[in-house]
């Protein structure tokens, strides 16, 4: 398809257990974007790629969070040992650049931790 | 940190009429963008408008921003039930090499058949 893809599209774990979240990209998008939302509201930025590298990762909420981009292309979100408080929508994006350009976002991956 | 406000938080409005979204920000930005999320889906982009620009129209939406209020209004006119969504505005901070939007937390519209 031609919009972002994750997966899955729910994921329920339990406590201290790894889940691992994927984006596809829109192919060509240089610019990778992690977020998460919890339940209603905003959006709060976890991990930004510029090709395959991670300029900030300021956002990573603890040491427990790590994403890695292959290829320029594919991203995974990891969460090591999850808590209850992991718990939202993680949602990715990508834009053509990295300069303020519009976003395109995924349906978002709903974590829910028992 | 959360940049952007949008007021109100929630509005509830009849299909036909009108409906105002306001978003104030706090730092110098590069453009400002508004973005719709409806409920269990991800985030669409709407429309940008960049610092120098006062006004800008797309179909029914019509977004004004106002850089020395630092604030934006969103008017979509003649609402219809499937403009019931989120509504989230993103602001661009200027300076070299910036990236991130920051985004606020919403303003959640409800329009009634």
């Known amino acids: 398809g031609a919009g972002v893809s994750q997966s899955p599209s729910n994921k329920v774990t339990e406590k201290g257990k790894d889940v691992e979240l994927r984006c596809d990209p829109i192919?060509?998008?240089?610019?990778l974007y992690w977020y998460r939302q919890s339940l209603g509201q905003g959006l709060e930025f976890l991990i930004y790629?510029?090709?395959?590298?991670?300029?900030?990762k300021s956002g990573l909420p603890s040491d427990r969070f790590s994403a890695e981009r292959t290829g320029g292309s594919v991203s995974t979100l990891t969460i090591q040992r999850t808590q209850q408080e992991d718990s939202a929508v993680y949602l990715c994006?990508?834009?053509?650049?990295?300069?303020?350009?519009?976003?395109?976002f995924g349906d978002g991956t709903r974590l829910s931790i028992l | 940190s959360q940049q952007g406000e949008e007021d109100p938080q929630a509005l509830s409005i009849q299909e036909g009429e009108n409906a105002t979204m306001n978003c104030s920000y706090k730092?110098?930005?590069?453009?400002l963008q508004w973005y719709r999320q409806n409920s269990g889906r991800g985030l669409v982009h709407l429309i940008l408008?960049?610092?120098?620009?006062r006004e800008k129209h797309s179909g029914r939406l019509r977004v004004t921003l106002d850089t020395s209020k630092k604030s934006s209004s969103l008017l979509i006119t003649a609402s219809r039930a499937a403009d019931t969504a989120s509504y989230f505005c993103?602001?661009?901070?200027?300076?070299?090499?910036?990236?991130?939007?920051?985004f606020g937390k919403g303003t959640k519209l409800s329009v009634i058949p």
């Open positions: 994006a990508s834009s053509k650049t990295y300069s303020n350009q519009p976003q395109h």
């Open positions: 192919s060509g998008h240089t610019a």
């Open positions: 790629f510029q090709g395959n590298s991670a300029p900030d």
């Open positions: 730092t110098s930005i590069n453009n």
């Open positions: 408008i960049r610092s120098n620009e």
């Open positions: 993103a602001t661009g901070e200027s300076g070299a090499g910036s990236y991130q939007l920051t």
